[in-house]
Each structure stands twice: as C-alpha cells, then as structure tokens.
C-alpha cells in the first residue's frame, strides 16, 4: 500500500509512518509531497496528517492518534508512545519529559538527514527503543 504525507516530516509524520511499518503495514511505501498540497487531488495512496483527512487531526488529537483508533491499536506499550507523540505533535500546558525530547530529537535528525526517508530510517529506531521500552517496563514493573 502507498501512505501519503507532507514533506519534511517531524514527529507525527515520523511516528504515523513508523506505526504503519510496524503493525499495519509493513510493506508499506511512502510518499511524500508539498505542504500545500490539496489531499483531495491525491489518487494514488492513502493520505494522512493532512488537513481534512480521516487520517489526521481531529481537536487536540494528532495523526498517530487515529490510526490508534482506526486500526483498533490497544497494546498498552503502544498507548504510551501514543501519549508521548501526542504531547510533542500538540500544544499542551505541560508536556512530559519524554515528549520534549521527542520533540528535540526529531528536530535534530532532519538537520543530520538529506530527506524524510533517511529521516525515517534513522528515527524509526527512537520509536522502537520507546516502544521496547515500555514493553520491557509494563512486563517487569519492578525493574
């Protein structure tokens, strides 16, 4: 399946794409195009974290918000990526510390990175080690 965003990806489009690859889609292609690209002219490809799209935001809920929804998602490690990608994709009072350096990270790596796909080759490895993490932490809450 072709996946379609905004260039010039950060969180949400780092994150949206990185839960495609890992548990909807993992032979999934992405495509990326012009910020002010009108999704309705889009006829190859599902769009997402566009204006307008079930795919998007909706409130103060991000992208990566409903795909968790659409595809039914409820792994509780999952749930709290979910949480932390939210909080750095969107506005909010007080973010957590892990939010923030999401959102630091994210930054960093498309000032390293020559385009969105080596963006999300190297960045989809900070979503696996939260992911693992919060595995690892939910199955051992002692340690």
Known sequence: MKWVTREKVHVDRV???WLIKRFIDPDAEFI???RDTD???ITEGIPFDMKGVELGHHGDRCSFDAFMDKYN???PAL???QKIVRQADVETENPSPL???LDVFGRGYTLMCKDDFETLD???YLYDALYAYFKHKMAN???
């Open 15 to 17: 994150a949206c794409p």
């Open 73 to 75: 998602l409820q792994d």
């Open 32 to 34: 990326f195009v012009p």
């Open 39 to 41: 999704p309705s002219t």
């Open 141 to 143: 809450p002692d340690k």
């Open 99 to 101: 939010s923030i350096a």
């Open 122 to 124: 190297k960045e989809f």
């Open 79 to 81: 749930k709290e990526v």
